[in-house]
């Protein structure tokens, strides 16, 4: 009645929104059809930088989806933070309208403002199947962020084993640090992430590398208070004693046998690791000391 009647379906309310851009946030399938046959126009933008194409990208409608990618949306057009309704979709929405979107055309790789990828924000939000789509499609695995943030180390500090292994499995930097020094293993062991640190052990992540604060894998573990981590640790390093023990040829002198264990025989890394977690209690103790001082 209304369009019939000559009103304008592009003018926009004291907030930016438009007639279809406000259906297509609300899924209103019909109505949109109706505004984009009269003539809407389907590229006009939110002050904020939404087309009706990120706002039903962001909401899953398909059907809205599909027909305004028909219609000529532009599928790469971002908001003011840089989103694009592709990275919308793979945040909030579904593996359908990431599948057309990703047919349209629409750059996989492409990051916004900060540097997240859709493969960053599915790895974030533990989004499996926009995972296995994006690597599928060719997307970049060891594409990071500003901070130097890779997808396998925001997925092992959320604690996605499965998105973890699949990363890995594409080949994955498990070693990769972000601008901070922090190592996959590292995140996962923070948050408490056993059956993740178990992982990149088994697949040899470095355990001996400390981040820009000189805390390494060891000193985490033990200064969150995390026993069944420094368990799992001295666990796999107990397990690597045991290879190395059984590697070392016969025939080798006595002194190099010597070199290779410790004055307990424990390896290296087992004998560290017990230096580190003493060297972080006593700091612990030192710092209460000092705190009960300044109160008396």
Request: glycine share 8%; net charge positive.
């Given at each position: 009645?209304?369009?019939?009647?000559?009103?304008?379906?592009?003018?926009?309310?004291?907030?930016?929104?438009?007639?279809?851009?406000?259906?297509?946030?609300?899924?209103?399938?019909?109505?949109?059809?109706?505004?984009?046959?009269?003539?809407?126009?389907?590229?006009?933008?939110?002050?904020?930088?939404?087309?009706?194409?990120?706002?039903?990208?962001?909401?899953?409608?398909?059907?809205?989806?599909?027909?305004?990618?028909?219609?000529?949306?532009?599928?790469?057009?971002?908001?003011?933070?840089?989103?694009?309704?592709?990275?919308?979709?793979?945040?909030?929405?579904?593996?359908?309208?990431?599948?057309?979107?990703?047919?349209?055309?629409?750059?996989?790789?492409?990051?916004?403002?900060?540097?997240?990828?859709?493969?960053?924000?599915?790895?974030?939000?533990?989004?499996?199947?926009?995972?296995?789509?994006?690597?599928?499609?060719?997307?970049?695995?060891?594409?990071?962020?500003?901070?130097?943030?890779?997808?396998?180390?925001?997925?092992?500090?959320?604690?996605?084993?499965?998105?973890?292994?699949?990363?890995?499995?594409?080949?994955?930097?498990?070693?990769?640090?972000?601008?901070?020094?922090?190592?996959?293993?590292?995140?996962?062991?923070?948050?408490?992430?056993?059956?993740?640190?178990?992982?990149?052990?088994?697949?040899?992540?470095?355990?001996?590398?400390?981040?820009?604060?000189?805390?390494?894998?060891?000193?985490?573990?033990?200064?969150?208070?995390?026993?069944?981590?420094?368990?799992?640790?001295?666990?796999?390093?107990?397990?690597?004693?045991?290879?190395?023990?059984?590697?070392?040829?016969?025939?080798?002198?006595?002194?190099k046998r010597l070199l290779d264990s410790s004055e307990s025989d424990e390896d290296v890394p087992?004998?560290?690791?017990?230096?580190?977690?003493?060297?972080?209690?006593?700091?612990?103790?030192?710092?209460?000391?000092?705190?009960?001082?300044?109160?008396?």
């Open positions: 009645m209304l369009l019939d009647a000559g009103a304008d379906y592009n003018m926009c309310n004291s907030y930016s929104w438009s007639p279809v851009l406000q259906a297509c946030s609300y899924g209103h399938t019909e109505i949109v059809k109706m505004l984009l046959d009269t003539g809407a126009d389907y590229n006009k933008c939110h002050s904020d930088g939404w087309s009706p194409l990120w706002i039903s990208s962001r909401y899953g409608f398909t059907d809205i989806v599909r027909m305004l990618l028909d219609t000529g949306s532009d599928y790469n057009k971002c908001d003011n933070d840089g989103w694009s309704p592709f990275m919308a979709a793979c945040k909030y929405s579904d593996k359908e309208t990431v599948k057309m979107l990703l047919d349209a055309g629409a750059d996989y790789n492409k990051g916004e403002d900060s540097g997240w990828s859709p493969l960053i924000f599915a790895s974030c939000e533990g989004n499996t199947e926009i995972v296995r789509i994006l690597l599928d499609a060719g997307a970049d695995y060891n594409k990071c962020d500003n901070s130097g943030c890779s997808p396998v180390l925001f997925a092992c500090g959320e604690g996605y084993t499965e998105i973890v292994r699949m990363l890995l499995h594409k080949g994955a930097d498990y070693n990769y640090c972000n601008n901070e020094g922090w190592t996959p293993v590292m995140c996962a062991c923070r948050n408490g992430h056993t059956e993740i640190v178990r992982v990149l052990l088994d697949i040899g992540a470095d355990y001996n590398k400390y981040n820009n604060q000189g805390h390494s894998l060891a000193m985490i573990a033990s200064g969150r208070g995390r026993r069944d981590m420094v368990r799992v640790i001295h666990e796999y390093f107990k397990k690597e004693k045991a290879r190395q023990k059984g590697s070392h040829p016969k025939g080798r002198n006595k002194r087992l004998a560290r690791l017990k230096e580190q977690i003493k060297d972080n209690t006593l700091m612990k103790k030192r710092k209460r000391s000092r705190r009960s001082l300044r109160k008396s």
